[in-house]
């Protein structure tokens, strides 16, 4: 099965940045991977992720602001973070997950990381 690990966090001061990365244990998925987050009393949030027709999508709210990258040499996703507020703060997770016969990709069916917290002060 795959393993991601998520790396890269910490705790900031507003305007700073930090680059979290997820190393995968196997190949990733050619659709569907990315980047959520989970804020305490919040649901769950897709902050960055590779759509399942190739494209790139970030929640409004970071656009600009973060960067979602892949290494295939490291097999390493990363997400470079800039220009940090409070409203980050947050635990992010990595997914690695399949697309379905309908074209969607079925995260709620994928692999997670355990997580890497994000907190950003003001």
């Known amino acids: 099965a795959q393993e991601l690990v998520e790396s890269g966090g910490g705790s900031v001061q507003a305007g700073g940045s930090l680059k979290l990365s997820c190393v995968a244990s196997?190949?990733?998925?050619?659709?569907?991977k990315g980047w959520f987050r989970r804020a305490p009393g919040k649901e769950r949030e897709e902050v960055a992720v590779?759509?399942?027709?190739?494209?790139?999508r970030y929640v409004d709210s970071v656009k600009g602001r973060f960067t979602i990258t892949q290494d295939n040499v490291k097999n390493t996703m990363s997400l470079e973070m800039n220009s940090l507020t409070p409203a980050d703060t947050a635990m992010y997770y990595c997914?690695?997950?399949?697309?379905?016969?309908?074209?969607?990709?079925?995260?709620?069916?994928?692999?997670w990381g355990q997580g890497t917290q994000v907190t950003v002060s003001s």
């Open positions: 196997q190949i990733w998925s050619t659709y569907c």
């Open positions: 997914a690695d997950t399949f697309r379905t016969n309908s074209g969607a990709c079925a995260w709620d069916y994928g692999y």
């Open positions: 590779f759509e399942s027709d190739g494209s790139i």
